[in-house]
């Protein structure tokens, strides 16, 4: 079965760094665009980025865009997020999702357009 297996996340300060790490299992990775979706307590799960099944093309949310980079390395089932120059409002829980084609979209930041998800990661920016 499809499976999605988040990490890389932590505490770190303003201005800091992590990489998230995607572990993708039970499909072909390589047939499907995936997504970076994040959620904040009391709001709604939305997507941040996505990325095409071949590495294509890419998508941001423009409050990220410029600081996080999404990259995959489809023989290796991995998806990844690079997210520099964290903020306290990028406090969140991370998760990898299956975008439902090969080509992300303008419909990436709805969580509807996805249709497999992992846990997640909590990433926490504070001083």
């Known amino acids: 079965q499809v499976h999605f297996v988040e990490s890389g996340g932590g505490l770190v300060q303003p201005g800091g760094s992590l990489k998230l790490y995607c572990a993708a299992s039970g499909f072909v990775l390589g047939d499907y665009a995936i997504g970076w979706l994040r959620q904040s307590p009391g709001k709604e799960r939305e997507g941040i980025s996505c990325?095409?099944?071949?590495?294509?093309?890419?998508y941001y949310k423009d409050s990220v865009k410029g600081r996080f980079t999404i990259s995959r390395d489809n023989a290796k089932n991995m998806v990844y997020l690079q997210m520099n120059s964290l903020k306290p409002e990028d406090t969140a829980v991370y998760l990898c999702a299956r975008f439902k084609a090969n080509e992300c979209s303008f419909v990436y930041s709805y969580a509807d357009s996805y249709d497999f998800w992992g846990q997640g990661t909590q990433v926490t920016v504070s001083s």
């Open positions: 990325i095409s099944a071949a590495s294509t093309s890419t």
